[in-house]
């Protein structure tokens, strides 16, 4: 149940008497009481004796409006005070489940997913890393707040533009640094470029952020060691110490991999299909694009790419990464990354399209939507590129349980 929604479902409940404890605060109970057992017996990470006992102070308080809301919830409206006070009991429970990411969802479903709940207190606001899951091609962690005074969403921020920086509620998140084994990794390292993600979930106290690498060489291989520790710097608006974690991360899942040499050429722009990398979370593709002058370099600009199963299946597009591998611009090399699949399919397409523009007479401007907010596509038949897939070796990967 997402924190926000809660004051207006028991105003919803309390227009009638219940014969039994509502569903909404059957949920809660059973999410508090899952959080209590798992309570490490020692603190991680420098954890001092005060921290825990907030945490403690914490789940306490969640329980305790829990059992309130069972005795008053039948006879009455929630008071506004008591809304309130339940805007602030945090979401408990798995981020990666609010989550529009299958992969993610899998990793939590089938138990990938790693439990540090590492936290750090700063002037009365608790962050908290409850999960978080590797598989080799990306780095998720999961990110969550709670405590009093806070203004807005975790991720909430307002753009002043003309190049200004952007405005930031208290509360919210201004910063994210990381560094690998101590050393930073957000910016172009050698042959390796890393990448920092973040974006809202439906909780508005709770974010997901994701690392990823990608070789500047184009060439296949680990980028990332299988293990390493993870130092998470956050910057809180209107909280003056940065929270800082320290977070041993290990690889744990395995890896399919198909080399591919697959070519279409249109207009100019050759598209040549050189690598997928599965695992049970997220699915890598490698691809380069040839422009033969300058008008194919125009069109190239605008050019997109999605991934489909051979049922008609379209994968959610996690991040990408493209570079240039000279200074003439001709050939750009791209990384890009989707969900997993639902289940393991005999092939898979990938698909170009054009976005129409507002202006079509226009080479830079807005792209036009639908009603529903989304791109109108052209899709380009001819640049389309559909491989066969091992799939006896991907049901083995997709099958945790093996």
């Known amino acids: ?72 919830i039948g006879g009455a409206m929630v008071s506004p005070a008591m809304a309130d006070s339940l805007k602030n009991i945090p979401l408990i429970g798995s981020i990666f489940k609010l989550a529009d990411d299958l992969g993610l969802r899998t990793a939590d479903e089938t138990g990938l997913a790693a439990h540090p709940d590492a936290s750090v207190t700063h002037e009365g606001v608790t962050l908290r890393i409850p999960q978080l899951v590797y598989d080799g091609t990306r780095l998720s962690l999961a990110v969550t707040r709670e405590g009093e005074g806070l203004v807005g969403g975790i991720m909430d921020s307002e753009s002043t533009g003309n190049g200004m920086p952007a405005i930031f509620p208290k509360g919210a998140i201004h910063s994210f640094d990381v560094l690998i084994d101590g050393q930073p990794v957000h910016r172009t390292t050698g042959k390796r470029e890393i990448g920092l993600s973040g974006k809202p979930t439906s909780d508005p106290n709770s974010a997901l952020y994701e690392l990823t690498a990608y070789s500047l060489t184009g060439e296949p291989g680990p980028i990332l060691p299988d293990s390493f520790v993870l130092t998470a710097k956050i910057g809180l608006e209107g909280i003056e110490e940065p929270f800082v974690f320290e977070l041993p991360v290990r690889k744990n899942t395995d890896q399919l991999a198909a080399a591919f040499n697959e070519a279409r050429e249109w207009k100019g722009n050759i598209v040549t299909l050189e690598r997928i990398e599965f695992t049970p979370i997220t699915t890598k593709v490698g691809f380069n694009i040839t422009s033969n002058d300058k008008e194919a370099r125009l069109l190239r600009q605008h050019l997109s790419f999605e991934l489909w199963d051979d049922r008609g299946r379209m994968l959610g597009l996690v991040g990408g990464f493209g570079f240039f591998n000279n200074d003439e611009q001709k050939q750009m090399i791209n990384k890009l990354l989707f969900d997993r699949f639902v289940d393991a399919p005999k092939s898979v397409t990938l698909k170009a399209f054009l976005p129409e523009m507002e202006d079509p007479s226009a080479s830079t401007g807005r792209y036009k939507v639908d009603s529903h907010g989304e791109l109108i596509k052209k899709y380009v038949k001819e640049l389309e590129i559909t491989v066969p897939v091992d799939r006896a070796g991907l049901d083995k990967l997709y099958d945790i349980s093996k």
């Open 1 to 72: 149940m997402k924190t926000y929604d809660i004051d207006r479902k028991l105003r919803e409940i309390g227009k009638e008497p219940l014969p039994e404890v509502p569903e909404i605060v059957r949920r809660r109970q059973d999410e508090v009481y899952a959080s209590l057992a798992d309570l490490p017996m020692h603190g991680r990470g420098g954890q001092t004796a005060g921290l825990r006992k907030t945490r403690r102070i914490a789940l306490v308080a969640a329980s305790a409006a829990a059992i309130a809301l069972v005795g008053g």
